[in-house]
């Protein structure tokens, strides 16, 4: 209820992160780089990290001269434990306490049923998609806690994607013939999970998990969907169109402000609305 002095509701106050220290994975293109975009607009720092430093750099300097806020980046591999840790070592040597983790970088791989390889195809899937967010959100979780509360907690996002929840993972768009995306909805589904688990382990650090489930949108797991000219990527859309980039940023900061401190937990789908058409068609 408004008592006494009004409440600040303005959605300057709601959704401010300006001065907020922020790490997204995966930064150097597609989703990530449009998350890294949002929050420097908005007056963060944000570091981004990836394998590929020739990406990363460029994107640095286009975030910088954009500005207000500031782009900075790492080099690192996230495949691994130990390879989790050296970027939170890193982190660490240039800041005492993060607000926003984004763990955004992700594998696919794409085989027939028979023919799936086991380093490949599932190992380096599994290792990346699950087992590095769960590394590298536990290493950072001391400087995430160290400037939360409960009305305006650490975030994690963890990207996560629809194909958790479809089941039809052989000869989709995304896909080469006859073949499918087995270990890659698999680890996905996984992503929604162990953010629930780690929602309720970090809880009373103030420290809220959430997952984005993105559909279609421009990124390197999808250019093979778009370069295919057989395929109609916008075509089965209920909005008639893609994701777009103020798509992701709108939700990307709905959740690393204050506007989302009392949700934690939750898996977002962003799709517009085209899993629950393909329900209805089948109905």
Known sequence: MLTGTMIDLNVGALYNIKGKVALVTGGGS??????????????????????KEKQLKEVSDALNRAGPGSCHYFVADLSSKAGCDALANAIREKENK?????????ATWGAPFDNVPEKEGWDRVMNLNVK???????????????????????????I???????????????????????????????????????????AKKNIHVNAILPGVFPSKMTAFGFSRKDNDMAGGQPTGRVGTTEDMAGL????????????????????????????????
């Open 132 to 158: 590095g967010i769960f590394y590298l959100t536990s290493a950072l979780t001391p400087l995430l806690e160290k400037d939360a509360n409960n009305r305006d907690p650490a975030s994690v996002i963890n």
């Open 252 to 283: 990307a900061l709905f959740l690393a402000s204050p506007a989302s401190a009392h949700i934690t937990g939750v898996c977002i789908p962003i799709d517009g609305g085209a899993t629950v058409a393909r329900i209805k068609a089948a109905m």
């Open 30 to 51: 597609g989703i990530g780089t449009m998350i890294a975009a949002a929050f420097v607009q908005n007056g963060a720092k944000v570091y981004i990290a990836s394998r």
């Open 160 to 202: 996560s994607s629809m194909a958790s929840v479809v089941a039809v993972t052989e000869d989709s768009a995304l896909a080469s013939s006859g073949h499918g995306l087995w270990s890659y909805h698999t680890s996905k589904a996984a992503v929604n999970h162990l953010t629930r688990q780690l929602a309720v382990t970090l």
């Open 98 to 106: 993060i607000h926003i983790l984004v763990n955004n970088s992700g």
